[in-house]
């Protein structure tokens, strides 16, 4: 007794020095957010136009390389996660990933200032009689990209954590803190994709590349300043292991035991044990993926620690491991349907730009020209707008006729979004195929470099699938979100928040391939290449048509996964609304 007092007491101690500064480390932190966000987050988002027009790269060679950069921007926080949870804590992370990101916006900025980095101007000539860049001078500028994947890989999975460790989780005031953070997280993110997307694009297109692509640099040095200032203020979580290291557990041990028969009643007869320090919540046991019972069956090889732990947890495994990995299992088919959703929004990313390149983007009888990347402002306005409303009118709504807390359950939420990922496609297509007939049909507005003539289409009629794209990501992008985080394990959250990134990169890459695919098939067909130089001479709306089809196969995918799903069961909520939670697990 007198020892458990004294661990309790050292226990109590060792909490009480953690001091937790609150709002107190917040200018630093959300500073550092807005910086790094202004400086790398939509920097991007002309990187489409600089490489076709500074670089001299084809449509389909720049609109492959930005979605292989997208892919491994995004894969790369798996990496990030791991390294984070297993070996440096979030703080030396985001220290080294702030300065990784500056040192590559340093380097592309380099490519357009010094003239012997990029290819020379190409003005009105043929594509074919442009100039590509030198090994050397695509080697530079795939350095400066590679230093942004090495930033964003450690920077995407640890900021909000980040922030929400700087709250003690046990009071009142701590949880409204994290609640608060996470809104002006979600502020700052859209504000800088704002400014990015107006100011800074606007500087890069119409004055300078060499004084647009400064801009984001000096920003991301300010943000890393801002960051090491507040360093004293931190509270710095110290790393604990990766949790991934209890997945690879659980499945070698099943397939060690693979031969073992399964017991009949694996509820009572599996070997279980809790951590007493483990911060996750009891899990009930669930008859999916049975194969992996196996790791917990206790044999007379097997031997326990006095605490009750498995003396190797490579030979035997408790049932809550198993079904904490169960739970990462239930979530990969969930996952895995959500890549074609993120195809939707990628195109209007890329093809949806160059639709705006040979679009009239004049604002009324004023010579001012919306750039092309400019008009993605419009996919983040739409997404802005909806979330409120979503939750002040249409959650409270919905609530009052199914009487769930959230007025429909996040798989709901998330179908929705895929079924209006398939009308977005398809409003795409519908208005490509309008801008192309003008283009053809009537007099056109001039000509683009290297791509082909002016439509006199407006480009305002681009809005409608920006803004169609904005809502379905207010429903399905935010509605993943919530379901990873809720359910994953506890200790497996910053794995969650990269899965999501995870998502974004598959789709990259899956556009990649379908970009690929469509080029090489149409190119010898009688309607000829769908996705050329000249969108004019092309069947972009084909492309949308297809994109759309294969949306509908997803969407067909995804409600038989999720009638299949069963939600992890969270004691806090069940003790709040047990009766609700109940239902909801024979709900998609």
Same mark, same amino acid.
Not at 455 to 459: A, D, L, T, V
Not at 500 to 505: E, K, L, Q, T, V
């Given at each position: 007794m007198e020892q458990n007092g004294r661990e309790t007491m050292a226990k109590h101690d060792q909490e009480v020095k953690i001091n937790y500064r609150g709002w107190k480390a917040m200018p630093f932190i959300i500073g550092n957010e807005t910086f790094e966000k202004l400086g790398a987050i939509r920097v991007l988002a002309n990187l489409l136009i600089y490489l076709t027009t500074v670089f001299n790269l084809k449509s389909i060679t720049a609109a492959t390389m930005i979605n292989f950069f997208s892919g491994n921007t995004n894969f790369g926080t798996l990496v990030g996660a791991f390294l984070c949870d297993t070996y440096f804590g979030r703080y030396k992370t985001l220290g080294f990933a702030t300065c990784a990101s500056f040192v590559g916006l340093l380097a592309i900025q380099l490519t357009a200032a010094i003239p012997g980095l990029h290819p020379p101007h190409c003005g009105a000539q043929e594509s074919s009689q442009c100039k590509g860049p030198t090994a050397g001078q695509m080697a530079f500028l795939l350095s400066g990209l590679g230093m942004m994947v090495v930033g964003a890989g450690g920077v995407r999975p640890c900021n909000l954590a980040f922030g929400a460790d700087q709250f003690n989780p046990k009071t009142e005031s701590g949880k409204k803190g994290i609640n608060s953070f996470f809104n002006w997280y979600f *502020?700052? *993110?859209? *504000?800088?994709?704002? !400014?990015? /997307?107006? /100011?800074? !694009?606007?500087?890069?297109?119409? !004055?300078?590349?060499?004084?647009?692509?400064?801009?984001?640099?000096i920003l991301m040095l300010i943000a890393c300043v801002v960051y090491f200032i507040g360093s004293k203020k931190y509270v710095k979580v110290k790393a604990t292991g990766s949790p991934m290291t209890s997945v690879a557990q659980v499945i070698v041990v099943a397939i060690k035991k693979r031969k073992l028969s399964p017991p009949d009643v694996p509820w009572l007869s599996l070997f279980n044990y809790i951590p007493p320090k483990s911060i996750n919540i009891k899990l009930p046991y669930t008859d999916q993926f049975r194969f992996i019972d196996k790791a917990a069956i206790l044999t007379p090889q097997d031997k326990i620690n006095p605490d009750g732990s498995p003396a190797n947890p490579w030979r035997l495994c408790s049932l809550q491991k198993v079904e904490e990995v169960k739970c990462l299992f239930r979530v990969l088919p969930i996952w895995a349907s959500a890549i074609m959703f993120f195809v939707v929004i990628v195109q209007q990313h890329t093809y949806a730009v160059f639709q705006a390149v040979q679009s009239d983007r004049r604002l009324g009888e004023s010579n001012f020209k919306i750039p092309a990347a400019t008009y993605i402002v419009f996919l983040m306005l739409s997404m802005t707008i909806f979330i409120p409303i979503y939750d002040g009118i249409i959650v409270p709504f919905l609530r009052k006729l199914t009487r769930k807390e959230e007025g429909i359950t996040v798989l709901q939420r998330v179908g929705i979004g895929i079924f209006l990922s398939v009308v977005t496609m398809l409003v795409s297509a519908l208005v490509e195929k309008q801008r192309r007939t003008v283009a053809i049909t009537r007099p056109t507005l001039g000509v683009v470099p290297r791509k082909g003539a002016i439509?006199?289409?407006?480009?305002l009629w681009l809005i409608p699938q920006f803004t169609l794209a904005g809502i379905t990501e207010g429903f399905a992008s935010i509605g993943l979100v919530e379901f990873y985080y809720k359910q994953f394990p506890e200790n497996m959250r910053s794995i969650a928040g990269a899965l *999501?990134?995870?998502?974004?990169?598959a789709s990259s890459y899956l556009c990649s391939m379908l970009i690929a695919v469509v080029h090489r098939t149409t190119k010898g067909t009688a309607t000829g290449d769908w996705l050329p130089e000249d969108l004019n001479k092309g069947r972009l709306d084909y492309y949308y048509y297809m994109i759309a089809c294969l949306g509908v196969l997803n969407m067909g995918y995804f409600l038989v996964c999720a009638k299949w799903y069963k939600y992890k069961d969270n004691n806090e909520t069940l003790e709040l609304n047990g009766e609700e939670k109940q239902s909801d697990k024979n709900l998609i």
């Open positions: *502020f700052t *993110f859209t *504000f800088a994709q704002m !400014v990015s /997307l107006t /100011l800074i !694009v606007y500087i890069q297109s119409n !004055v300078s590349w060499a004084i647009g692509l400064a801009i984001p640099a439509s006199s289409m407006s480009g *999501f990134y995870c998502n974004m990169a």
